[in-house]
């Protein structure tokens, strides 16, 4: 019967009839709940009649095994008869024939008629034992019952005799926090400890979620601390775990409220369970950032990045901010980074905030690339930082920067203001920069003044760059036609004492023939006036 072979359990049992072996009521007693566990009910029912027809009188075991096996095939109506008829015949029910029938009609819906027999076998003397308690008291709860569980609750302390179902309780907890009693949820946890009835983490989820709910975060802080400090989450026999909506809530406040690393301490055992809670992991950014911990949120970051979870906007802003709060600019570039590979585009305010940073911490060169950043991400602000980074490059002489950043500028349709960065390059002497600022300008043919050309040409002049002043003079003059430069002679006599005949010949040759262009322009210009 144990391995479901009813069939040859049968023929054993002819065998024994032939032999005129007769059988016991144990006899009928393993047969009926063998055929029951084969779900044979209706051979069990013949086998029952036949043990009464053979003058063996059915026990309480028999009719415990009749009703438990109705009841577990829903024929509560054939379990009623059995029961009915057990008493007739003057057998009294025990606590498993109570507990049968109560467990039978709370799985039919029928908890009053499982109340019904459970205030009968009380009144019997009959005692609960802890199996009627977790049949009666999930039913208590699906029919929110509240203060019959509780007061089943209070009679299992008492009695110090309880289910060692943990899931009992957790559904008796969410029944008293559903009708928004979460006092009498907490007394059930106490109720556990006092019945030594081990603790789970899905007991402190519905404690801390509904704690966080009506606002009493001290409290929840409170479970939190036993929850973190012996581990609960990590123990491997707990069945139940600590839930979104209760984690969430309480790491929210705790990041909110200055103490975050109790958050991430909490959050990296629920990690070990393999919780990636997006929210969860912002917040602990966000609220690293706040309390001026950046570093750790930048570690968080990272975790995230790893296992491919999605940052949020707002919490790069807060640890680049946080950075900077710290004066750490170089750290600050690097999270402004990390937001760019992101997907993100920071805001103009925060690109200016890292430049300033930066340009205050002398890193012209990284103050430099965050400007190039900006502009290819379409962001056109700060246009005077962008000017003060230009000129400390080209103070520095990091021309071929300098000029990258130029060249980017104006494929973004901004304009350089080159007349100030060549009159600034003239008065601090840096002659050779100013001369490839004002060639590459030149090339891209853009706006400038005749003054600013005649500024550099005397810089050149000045320092005795002759050939330098007549290769850019020469691509001037090809420009705009520029003649009256007053050090042109002077120009041209240098060229010729120093050997540099040819070049002296090809400018003054040239600059004669835009005078003469010029003259003639302007006579065309008056007789048409006139």
Same mark, same amino acid.
């Given at each position: 019967?144990?391995?479901?072979?009813?069939?040859?359990?049968?023929?054993?049992?002819?065998?024994?009839?032939?032999?005129?072996?007769?059988?016991?009521?144990?006899?009928?007693?393993?047969?009926?709940?063998?055929?029951?566990?084969?779900?044979?009910?209706?051979?069990?029912?013949?086998?029952?009649?036949?043990?009464?027809?053979?003058?063996?009188?059915?026990?309480?075991?028999?009719?415990?095994?009749m009703?438990?096996?109705?009841?577990?095939?829903?024929?509560?109506?054939?379990?009623?008869?059995?029961?009915?008829?057990?008493?007739?015949?003057d057998?009294?029910? +025990?606590?498993?024939?109570?507990?049968?029938?109560?467990?039978?009609?709370?799985?039919?819906?029928?908890?009053?008629?499982?109340?019904?027999?459970?205030?009968?076998?009380?009144?019997?003397? #009959?005692?609960?034992?802890?199996?009627?308690?977790?049949c009666?008291?999930?039913?208590?709860?699906?029919?929110?019952?509240?203060?019959?569980?509780?007061?089943?609750?209070?009679?299992?302390?008492?009695?110090?005799?309880?289910?060692?179902?943990?899931?009992?309780y957790?559904?008796?907890?969410?029944?008293?926090?559903?009708?928004?009693?979460?006092?009498?949820?907490?007394?059930?946890?106490?109720?556990?400890?006092?019945?030594?009835?081990?603790?789970?983490?899905?007991?402190?989820?519905?404690?801390?979620?509904?704690?966080?709910k009506?606002?009493?975060?001290?409290?929840? #802080?409170?479970?939190?601390?036993?929850?973190?400090?012996?581990?609960? &989450?990590?123990?491997?026999?707990?069945?139940?775990?600590?839930?979104?909506?209760?984690?969430?809530?309480?790491?929210?406040?705790?990041?909110?409220t200055?103490?975050?690393?109790?958050?991430?301490?909490?959050?990296?055992q629920?990690?070990?369970?393999?919780?990636?809670?997006?929210?969860?992991? +912002?917040?602990? &950014?966000?609220?690293?950032?706040?309390?001026?911990?950046?570093?750790?949120?930048?570690?968080?970051?990272?975790?995230?990045?790893?296992?491919?979870?999605?940052?949020?906007?707002?919490?790069? =802003?807060?640890? #680049?901010?946080?950075?900077?709060?710290?004066?750490?600019?170089?750290?600050?570039?690097?999270?402004?980074? +990390?937001?760019?590979?992101?997907?993100?585009?920071?805001?103009?305010?925060?690109?200016?905030?890292?430049?300033?940073?930066?340009?205050?911490?002398?890193?012209?060169?990284?103050?430099?690339?965050?400007?190039?950043?900006?502009?290819?991400?379409?962001v056109?602000?700060?246009?005077?930082?962008?000017?003060?980074?230009?000129?400390?490059?080209?103070?520095?002489?990091?021309?071929?920067?300098?000029?990258?950043?130029?060249?980017?500028?104006?494929?973004?349709?901004?304009?350089? =203001?080159?007349?100030?960065?060549?009159?600034?390059?003239?008065?601090?002497?840096?002659?050779?920069?100013?001369?490839?600022?004002?060639?590459?300008?030149?090339?891209?043919d853009?706006?400038?003044?005749?003054?600013?050309?005649?500024?550099?040409l005397?810089?050149?002049?000045?320092?005795?760059?002759?050939?330098?002043?007549?290769?850019i003079?020469?691509?001037? #003059?090809?420009?705009?036609?520029?003649?009256?430069?007053?050090?042109?002679?002077?120009?041209?006599?240098?060229?010729?004492?120093?050997? =540099?005949?040819?070049?002296?010949?090809?400018?003054?040759?040239?600059?004669?023939?835009?005078?003469?262009?010029?003259?003639?322009?302007?006579?065309?210009?008056?007789?048409?006036?006139?």
């Amino acid at each position: 019967m144990q391995r479901g072979r009813y069939m040859m359990a049968k023929r054993y049992f002819n065998r024994m009839l032939s032999e005129g072996i007769k059988p016991t009521c144990h006899t009928y007693n393993v047969l009926l709940w063998g055929f029951f566990l084969s779900k044979k009910v209706d051979i069990a029912a013949r086998f029952f009649q036949e043990m009464k027809e053979a003058g063996i009188q059915p026990g309480v075991i028999t009719y415990n095994t009749m009703i438990y096996g109705y009841h577990r095939v829903d024929k509560m109506q054939e379990a009623e008869k059995m029961f009915v008829e057990m008493k007739a015949g003057d057998i009294a029910p +025990n606590e498993i024939s109570y507990t049968s029938m109560i467990k039978g009609y709370v799985t039919a819906g029928q908890l009053d008629d499982a109340l019904r027999l459970y205030q009968e076998m009380k009144s019997l003397d #009959v005692k609960p034992n802890e199996f009627t308690y977790a049949c009666l008291l999930p039913g208590l709860c699906d029919a929110e019952k509240v203060l019959e569980a509780k007061n089943m609750l209070n009679e299992m302390a008492e009695r110090h005799i309880a289910p060692k179902d943990k899931s009992v309780y957790l559904k008796l907890m969410a029944c008293h926090c559903k009708v928004g009693d979460v006092d009498a949820a907490a007394d059930v946890l106490k109720a556990m400890d006092s019945l030594s009835i081990p603790t789970e983490a899905g007991h402190y989820s519905i404690l801390i979620e509904n704690f966080c709910k009506i606002g009493a975060y001290d409290r929840a #802080v409170d479970l939190l601390d036993k929850v973190i400090e012996s581990e609960i &989450i990590l123990l491997p026999e707990s069945q139940s775990e600590i839930e979104v909506a209760a984690y969430n809530p309480i790491i929210s406040f705790l990041c909110t409220t200055g103490q975050t690393q109790k958050a991430e301490i909490f959050f990296r055992q629920l990690m070990k369970k393999g919780v990636m809670d997006l929210a969860a992991f +912002n917040e602990l &950014i966000r609220g690293h950032a706040r309390e001026g911990s950046p570093d750790q949120a930048y570690e968080i970051l990272k975790i995230m990045e790893r296992r491919g979870i999605l940052r949020e906007a707002e919490s790069y =802003n807060l640890l #680049v901010e946080s950075y900077l709060k710290k004066g750490e600019s170089a750290d600050a570039k690097t999270a402004l980074d +990390n937001m760019l590979d992101s997907g993100y585009v920071p805001e103009s305010a925060l690109f200016r905030s890292v430049m300033d940073s930066l340009l205050a911490d002398d890193r012209i060169q990284t103050a430099s690339r965050v400007m190039k950043c900006m502009l290819e991400k379409g962001v056109m602000e700060n246009l005077d930082l962008v000017e003060k980074i230009l000129e400390k490059l080209l103070l520095r002489e990091h021309v071929v920067e300098a000029i990258g950043r130029i060249n980017l500028l104006l494929k973004s349709g901004i304009k350089p =203001n080159f007349n100030h960065l060549l009159s600034m390059l003239c008065e601090q002497q840096k002659t050779l920069v100013a001369l490839k600022v004002l060639d590459f300008g030149l090339e891209k043919d853009c706006d400038m003044d005749c003054k600013t050309y005649e500024k550099v040409l005397d810089a050149l002049m000045a320092s005795g760059k002759t050939l330098k002043a007549y290769s850019i003079l020469y691509k001037i #003059v090809q420009r705009s036609g520029v003649t009256d430069w007053k050090s042109s002679d002077e120009l041209i006599k240098s060229l010729n004492e120093q050997g =540099n005949t040819r070049q002296a010949d090809a400018i003054s040759r040239m600059l004669n023939a835009e005078d003469r262009a010029r003259r003639n322009k302007k006579i065309k210009i008056q007789a048409a006036a006139a």
